[in-house]
């Protein structure tokens, strides 16, 4: 099991930043990638957004392309936490955001087997 836990949402206003945190602890070894999605209002779960991804040995990252650009992930492997920092933010980027692990090396969202509770982002003009 890998429990996740989100930090670091808030409201800002357009053209601002904010950094997201994403703890993990358990059976992190297990992981072969991270990956952060959104939920806008009114969407239901069926519709998250897959936002940003890293493959959590090499490093590598994939973006939306919503994003491009403007949001970059990261990963410090010793604290077994990932981070979205989102800069220049639109208020489309308004949702809760969720970090995810997937055991299998997948980008696709059913392979997001575990799941942290989400943060919330408000991005008002």
């Known amino acids: 099991q890998v429990q996740l836990v989100e930090s670091g949402g808030g409201s800002v206003h357009t053209g601002g930043s904010l950094r997201l945190s994403c703890a993990g602890s358990?059976?992190?070894?297990?992981?072969?990638?991270m990956g952060w999605f959104r939920q806008a209002p009114g969407k239901e779960r069926e519709e998250r957004e897959a936002?940003?991804?890293?493959?959590?040995?090499?490093?590598?990252?994939y973006y939306a392309d919503s994003v491009k650009g403007r949001f970059t992930i990261s990963q410090d492997n010793a604290k077994n936490t990932v981070y979205l920092q989102m800069n220049n933010l639109k208020r489309d980027d308004t949702a809760v955001y969720y970090c995810?692990?997937?055991?299998?090396?997948?980008?696709?969202?059913?392979?997001?087997?575990?799941w942290g509770q989400g943060t919330q982002v408000t991005v008002s003009s």
């Open positions: 358990g059976a992190t070894g297990n992981i072969c990638y």
């Open positions: 936002v940003a991804w890293i493959h959590r040995r090499s490093g590598i990252t």
């Open positions: 995810a692990a997937a055991p299998t090396c997948s980008l696709a969202i059913t392979e997001y087997k575990y």
